[in-house]
């Protein structure tokens, strides 16, 4: 597997342009949340006799997994990623209770991703996970590091 850095530096190369860069600060947050509040969506049965109902879903299954990628890259950086992912659920327990989950997940997706693609057009640059899916993962990672960058902390 590749060295985070190597990630990141190839994540930035088709990041360089500062509209971009804002799309991307604006987008890849909303995101990511409406990633997981779309998949908290898709029930587990058989997870219920294991876990509280709440948690019997693909976006755990999916956060688990994701999260195994971000440890074998990097402890702090997986620890980044976990504060944000909690974060995301306890927005998702919110929106679970207000019968709209679907509807306003989607209708973030959407926005945000055409945000996204505005930003890689005025780049003029495809997004890196045309290339590698796994950048879908990377661009969280990315934005963290320019935060753990900023306030002195290695990744």
């Known amino acids: 597997m590749k060295p985070l850095q190597t990630w990141l530096d190839q994540y930035g ?69 976990l504060a944000f992912t909690l974060l995301c659920f306890q927005g998702i327990f919110w929106l679970n209770h207000t019968n709209y989950t679907f509807e306003i997940s989607i209708s973030i997706f959407i926005v945000a991703w055409i945000g996204q693609f505005i930003g890689h057009k005025i780049e003029g640059a495809k997004p890196s996970f045309i290339d590698d899916i796994k950048f879908l993962l990377i661009g969280p990672a990315w934005l963290i590091s320019f935060i753990y960058n900023k306030i002195g902390i290695k990744y």
């Open 13 to 81: 190369e088709s990041h360089q342009n500062k509209t971009n860069k804002l799309f991307h600060w604006l987008c890849v947050p909303p995101i990511f949340f409406s990633i997981l509040a779309l998949f908290s969506l898709i029930e587990i049965p058989i997870l219920n006799q294991y876990v509280p109902t709440a948690i019997a879903n693909f976006a755990f299954i999916f956060s688990f997994f994701a999260m195994l990628f971000y440890v074998r890259l990097s402890i702090p950086m997986a620890l980044g990623i």
